[in-house]
């Protein structure tokens, strides 16, 4: 059975820092991996999808990698601002469209 | 974009009462899920589906039921409602293309069971 962690859970960093969130997972079967946002009693917006076959994918300020054979995945934050507050959330997609959610990281960004 | 509306963002209900929490999704997607968001325990998927009329258990279907008769929408029953029930409920979809598209979600509905 598949499962994602989360490092850290918290994370308070001032304005302007470079931040990276770290996810793992157990099996490497998979068909992606995806990074999410969440803000306080929101649902999920999606941020980057990388798929299996790939090493990373970028959004502006946001860059994710994966490496499969470890069984993890990065989602590196440039220039942090108070605006990326927000829990950060990793799933990975396995058989029959399902995914697996790790338990977040919880970003704080002070001005 | 993608829209996923879920009907209530708040709502509160007694024991025993059964629940319907509704999602509709404007995308003409395949595949749909309901999953509840607990403190601590992250996300879980309840039920999920296909395509109209089909339903597979996720990781805690008990105590639920789902229904699919459009393909837009996918409602959560709750049968016989109870405290430990009480949860954020998030609804998505996504389209079947091979796991190159992510799932988009809803805004959510925040449950009480009194």
């Known amino acids: 059975k598949q499962e994602v962690t989360q490092i850290p859970a918290a994370l308070s960093v001032p304005e302007g820092e470079n931040l990276v969130l770290n996810c793992s997972f157990t099996?490497?079967?998979?068909?992606?991996l995806q990074w999410f946002r969440q803000d306080p009693g929101k649902g999920l917006t999606s941020l980057l999808l990388?798929?299996?076959?790939?090493r990373e994918q970028t959004s502006g300020r946001l860059n994710a990698s994966l490496d499969k054979s470890s069984g993890r995945s990065t989602l590196y934050i440039a220039a942090s601002q108070p605006g990326d507050s927000a829990t950060y959330l990793c799933?990975?997609?396995?058989?029959?469209?399902?995914?697996?959610f790790g338990e977040g990281t919880q970003l704080t960004v002070n001005p | 974009d993608v829209k996923v509306t879920q009907s209530s963002r708040y709502l509160v209900k007694r024991t025993g009462e059964k629940v319907f929490l509704e999602c509709v999704q404007d995308?003409?997607?395949?595949?749909m899920f309901w999953y509840r968001q607990d403190p601590g325990l992250g996300l879980r998927l309840i039920y999920f589906?296909?395509?109209?009329?089909?339903?597979e258990k996720g990781d805690i279907p008990e105590g639920y039921s789902v229904s699919r008769e459009k393909k837009e929408r996918f409602s959560l029953i709750l049968e016989s409602a109870s405290t430990n029930q009480t949860s954020m409920y998030l609804c998505?979809?996504?389209?079947?293309?091979?796991?190159?598209?992510?799932?988009?979600f809803g805004d959510g509905t925040r449950l009480s069971i009194l």
């Open positions: 998505a979809s996504s389209t079947q293309t091979g796991g190159n598209q992510p799932q988009h």
């Open positions: 099996d490497s079967a998979i068909y992606n």
């Open positions: 990388i798929q299996s076959s790939q």
């Open positions: 799933a990975a997609e396995t058989s029959g469209s399902r995914l697996t």
């Open positions: 995308m003409d997607h395949e595949n």
């Open positions: 589906s296909y395509d109209v009329k089909m339903k």
